[in-house]
């Protein structure tokens, strides 16, 4: 399972009990996005081949408005 961990200047990731960073400006650069209008499940989809994708994408930006 992957875990995402997302702040304002990037995400914590735990892929395959690996522990790494994306930085904000590598997600926007990967997705030609701005970093708060950019899913999770764009994320995992960068990090993970194939992840199973359930339920509703949600914006960076939602995700830590929520916090």
Do not use: C, N
């Amino acid at each position: 399972m992957t875990s995402l961990a997302f702040d304002e200047q990037g995400v914590d990731v735990v892929y395959e009990g690996t522990e790494f960073r994306l930085e904000k400006e590598l997600i926007e650069e990967a997705t030609q996005k701005s970093y708060w209008e950019v899913t999770d499940h764009e994320v995992l989809q960068m990090v993970e081949k194939g992840p199973d994708l359930r339920g509703e994408p949600r914006r960076v930006g939602d995700i830590l408005q929520a916090h």
